[in-house]
């Protein structure tokens, strides 16, 4: 299934879907190739996206009624655009990556967290790179119930949907309270993100230290400041997610669990067990029994 997806305005193909409490949840596959140069864009519900691999930086945004206060920012892997506002948006090239997406009716917002969110007027650009771990955490997992659903999926999507937007409503508030942002900056965070991602040849603390000029110890500080997390989970959680995805794909256990920088198969089945409460092996049956089940509605 295709669509025409806001903010970019380029073509995706939706991976997963599940709707609850007023708000919609996809995994998004974009498809652009079109540069945009301060093209506009505005919807009517709030719009929630978390990419699933490191952005491209050419691609920068800012909000228009607050002018120069709002200057082009590059988007960072976790970006909130409250309803109604336009966003101006560059790119030298469309975008083509995969991102979790919400779509949050406002009513559905104000109801759960007794307010509608702002946007922090002294430095709006807040919103373009959100440091929250739990949010992170949060959409994730209800990507999970929407490729993957468990017992009593339902009720526990409800659950981290209120979980989400409460959280989101604190992170606006605590933003416009507090002009300065406490753990790493955007730049540094992307630049974190970048080397990660080689997973076949994880990074020391001490390279990434070098990397954002800083001391180990400040950058750890910081970093779980901005994510939550330490560097090591945060480096953990992204091979696991990238090991969930491969596992819908036909790749061994054996290959994806090397590709990941996993010493051996059963030590991704460990750390995969521990996060999950599920081994690869019955994550993947879960994956492939969900992809015959969808096949035989379609038939139908």
């Not at 945009?36 to 930086?57: C, F, I, K, N």
């Not at 892997?77 to 083509?96: H, I, Q, W, Y």
């Not at 061994?252 to 750390?271: E, N, V, W, Y």
């Amino acid at each position: 299934m295709t669509e025409a997806a806001f903010p970019y305005g380029c073509t995706t193909v939706i991976e997963g879907r599940l709707d609850t409490l007023g708000a919609s949840l996809k995994v998004l596959r974009y498809q652009g190739s079109a540069p945009l140069t301060d093209g506009g864009a505005r919807h009517q519900v709030h719009w929630l996206e978390l990419v699933l691999a490191p952005r491209s930086r050419s691609i920068t945004a800012s909000f228009s009624r607050y002018g120069e206060r709002s200057r082009h920012e590059p988007m960072g892997d976790l970006v909130f655009l409250p309803a109604g506002e336009e966003v101006k948006l560059r790119t030298d090239t469309g975008p083509r990556h995969t991102a979790i997406v919400c779509e949050i009716d406002p009513g559905a917002f104000r109801h759960w967290t007794g307010a509608d969110p702002h946007i922090p007027s002294h430095s709006p650009e807040r919103l373009l790179d959100i440091p929250s771990g739990t949010i992170r955490h949060l959409m994730r997992r209800l990507a999970e119930e929407t490729t993957a659903p468990g017992i009593a999926s339902p009720r526990l999507t409800e659950a981290l949907f209120v979980q989400l937007t409460i959280e989101l409503a604190r992170y606006c508030e605590a933003a416009e309270d507090s002009p300065e942002a406490s753990g790493l900056a955007g730049w540094r965070l992307r630049l974190i993100d970048e080397r990660v991602a080689d997973f076949a040849n994880p990074p020391s603390l001490s390279e990434l230290a070098a990397l954002c000029g800083m001391s180990v110890r400040q950058l750890t500080r910081a970093f779980r400041a901005s994510r939550g997390s330490t560097l090591g989970e945060h480096q953990l959680q992204l091979r696991l997610e990238a090991a969930k995805r491969a596992l819908a794909g036909t790749a061994s256990i054996k290959q994806i669990a090397f590709s990941l920088g996993f010493s051996s198969p059963s030590r991704l089945a460990h750390a995969f067990r521990r996060s999950f409460a599920i081994t690869p092996l019955q994550y993947r049956q879960r994956v492939l029994r969900q992809e015959r089940e969808s096949g035989w509605k379609g038939i139908r």
